[in-house]
């Protein structure tokens, strides 16, 4: 009922946002079911991303609505971002720019890996 999809403009390395299938735009349409399963995956993320990058946590959450940064508004979906203890840095501030460590297919082969791993 939802997928696992890697953010192509990451806040960190190993940014992932779970999406539902559906396409509804806001949280109260989803299903009781489609809530159940935004969790399973949820958990299915961070324990991919915990067996790949080790973070020392995450932010997990979902921007409802245009006001709220939602790039999509019209289809509700949850960001998972590792976060490791320091990585807030100057360049944000100093050059309207964000470092990321890893390129994308780096990430996606690593997270893919140990999804094979988890299955088999």
């Not at 245009?66 to 790039?71: I, L």
């Amino acid at each position: 009922m939802c997928a696992i999809i890697m953010n192509i403009y990451p806040y960190n390395s190993g940014h992932v946002m779970i999406v539902p299938f559906a396409h509804k735009g806001t949280f109260e349409d989803l299903t009781e079911k489609e809530h159940l399963d935004i969790m399973s995956e949820t958990g299915l993320a961070i324990r991919l991303l915990q067996l790949t990058s080790h973070p020392d946590g995450f932010n997990f959450g979902a921007n409802l609505g245009r006001v709220s940064g939602a790039g999509i508004a019209e289809h509700v979906h949850f960001h998972v971002v590792p976060r490791w203890s320091g990585d807030v840095n100057f360049m944000p501030v100093l050059a309207d720019a964000k470092v990321i460590s890893e390129g994308l297919e780096q990430t996606y082969g690593r997270l893919a890996e140990a999804l094979d791993s988890l299955k088999g």
